[in-house]
T-cell receptor
Framework: GDSVTQMEGPVTLSEEAFLTINCTYTATGYPSLFWYVQYPGEGLQLLLKATKADDKGSNKGFEATYRKETTSFHLEKGSVQVSDSAVYFCALQNTGGFKTIFGAGTRLFVKA | DVKVTQSSRYLVKRTGEKVFLECVQDMDHENMFWYRQDPGLGLRLIYFSYDVKMKEKGDIPEGYSVSREKKERFSLILESASTNQTSMYLC??????????FGPGTRLTVL
């Protein structure tokens, strides 16, 4: 079945460092791909998404490119801030489906 | 903005109690979902509903049931709470099945 694998955390970075969180997926068909973020004490919220191969999703300085050839959707940010400390979830949803498949989540700590 | 609210942020119950978790969304979304979130396991789907009175089992439905009598409200029921149901419970809704909008979560502790 469909699945999402993302790098284990926690990831600890200093402010202004470069961030990469790896995400790979297994799916039949042509899924949409998502990154959700969960700030402390809150539910998840959509960070960015991409619906077809080679699309780049971006928001708040974060980017991810849908790579069908490597079945990947890695999250990147050029310069992280303390306020980016959160748990990040990679997810996929297959065409016409109701269900979203989530990765295990990667906790990011950013130190001042 | 879509708003999804959950009835409690924190809940403490005893083993064997019947527990009700309620979720309400205000944007006329067709689809609603209940997940549980556990460290290292991500989000696991318990049940979802694509219309009033319609429900489908997710990946881990055992020990849970749901009710959707009105479009905006989706309830999760633990018939007889057990300690292994201690978890964070998240409700979400979608319109066309794309982006999910989440509530703030209910942290349930079963003693």
């Amino acid at each position: 079945g469909d699945s999402v694998t993302q790098m284990e955390g926690p990831v600890t970075l200093s402010e202004e460092a470069f961030l990469t969180i790896n995400c790979t997926y297994t799916a039949t068909g042509y899924p949409s791909l998502f990154w959700y973020v969960q700030y402390p004490g809150e539910g998840l919220q959509l960070l960015l998404k991409a619906t077809k191969a080679d699309d780049k999703g971006s928001n708040k300085g974060f980017e991810a490119t849908y790579r069908k050839e490597t079945t990947s959707f890695h999250l990147e940010k050029g310069s992280v801030q303390v306020s980016d400390s959160a748990v990040y979830f990679c997810a996929l949803q297959n065409t016409g489906g109701f269900k979203t498949i989530f990765g295990a989540g990667t906790r990011l700590f950013v130190k001042a | 903005d879509v708003k999804v609210t959950q009835s409690s942020r924190y809940l403490v119950k005893r083993t064997g109690e019947k527990v009700f978790l309620e979720c309400v969304q205000d944007m006329d979304h067709e689809n609603m979902f209940w997940y549980r979130q556990d460290p290292g396991l991500g989000l696991r789907l318990i049940y979802f509903s694509y219309d009033v009175k319609m429900k489908e089992k997710g990946d881990i439905p055992e020990g849970y049931s749901v009710s959707r009598e009105k479009k905006e409200r989706f309830s999760l029921i633990l018939e007889s709470a057990s300690t292994n149901q201690t978890s964070m419970y998240l409700c979400a809704s979608t319109l066309g099945g794309d982006t999910q909008y989440f509530g703030p979560g209910t942290r349930l502790t079963v003693l």
